[in-house]
T-cell receptor, first 115, second 110 residues
Framework: GAGVSQSPRYKVTKRGQDVALRCDPI?????LYWYRQALGQGPEFLTY????????KSGLPNDRFSAERPEGSISTLTIQRTEQRDSAMYRC?????????????FGQGTRLTVV | LAKTTQPISMDSYEGQEVNITCSHN???????ITWYQQFPSQGPRFIIQ?????VTNEVASLFIPADRKSSTLSLPRVSLSDTAVYYC???????????WGAGTKLIIKP
């Protein structure tokens, strides 16, 4: 696609429910990153993929968070048993590849609100 | 991964040149320095990247001294639309994306 697409743009869910956030990166981009961003703060790294392989998941806050990118393109970030503290903007970015210091292109984000 | 330090906020006026300095004392040999800009309600956007000396593009210039322990993003003749948060990142390959600080909130006044 022309840019990184995230869906849904907004998600309101009840505490305890599972949510799945989707990221469709720029076609041909090898690297895909997930971040969480609180208001007034910089992006907080969660995890990233090169192709379908999850390279680093050290930023995932706990085992309720997981991510996959099964075919090396679209990625899903899943939060199980959501809690109010999970409310944030979740951002996805993609870049050409892991070896060059290529720029990351960000999506518009998914605003998650847990009530 | 090298940690960066930048001012929390800066003010300037339209038409002025703005310089934002970032400290990265622990920069490694293979690390690059990259700057992003973020407007409210939008994702960050790449501005410029460099390794040493000076890099210039249509938006900004990046000055990197010989010891590479700091860098300065220079925005010429700013306008109100340059009001944003600016992030300095340091790293190599995919790793440069992993640590984002709070950035510098730049406010441009008329």
């Amino acid at each position: 696609g022309a840019g990184v697409s995230q869906s849904p743009r907004y998600k309101v869910t009840k505490r305890g429910q599972d949510v799945a956030l989707r990221c469709d990166p720029i076609s041909g981009h090898v690297s895909l990153y997930w971040y969480r961003q609180a208001l007034g703060q910089g992006p907080e790294f969660l995890t990233y993929f090169n192709y379908e392989a999850q390279q680093d998941k050290s930023g995932l806050p706990n085992d309720r968070f997981s991510a996959e990118r099964p075919e090396g393109s679209i990625s899903t970030l899943t939060i199980q048993r959501t809690e109010q503290r999970d409310s944030a903007m979740y951002r996805c970015a993609s870049s050409l590849g892991p070896r060059d210091n290529s720029e990351a292109f960000f999506g518009q984000g998914t605003r998650l609100t847990v009530v | 991964l090298a940690k960066t330090t930048q001012p929390i906020s800066m003010d300037s006026y339209e038409g002025q040149e703005v310089n934002i300095t970032c400290s990265h004392n622990n920069i490694a040999t293979n690390d690059y320095i990259t700057w992003y800009q973020q407007f409210p309600s939008q994702g960050p956007r790449f501005i410029i990247q460099g390794y040493k000396t000076k890099v210039t593009n249509e938006v900004a210039s990046l000055f990197i001294p010989a010891d590479r322990k700091s860098s300065t993003l220079s925005l010429p003749r700013v306008s109100l639309s340059d009001t944003a948060v600016y992030y300095c990142l340091v790293g190599e390959g995919s790793n440069y994306q992993l640590i984002w600080g709070a950035g510098t909130k730049l406010i441009i006044k008329p």
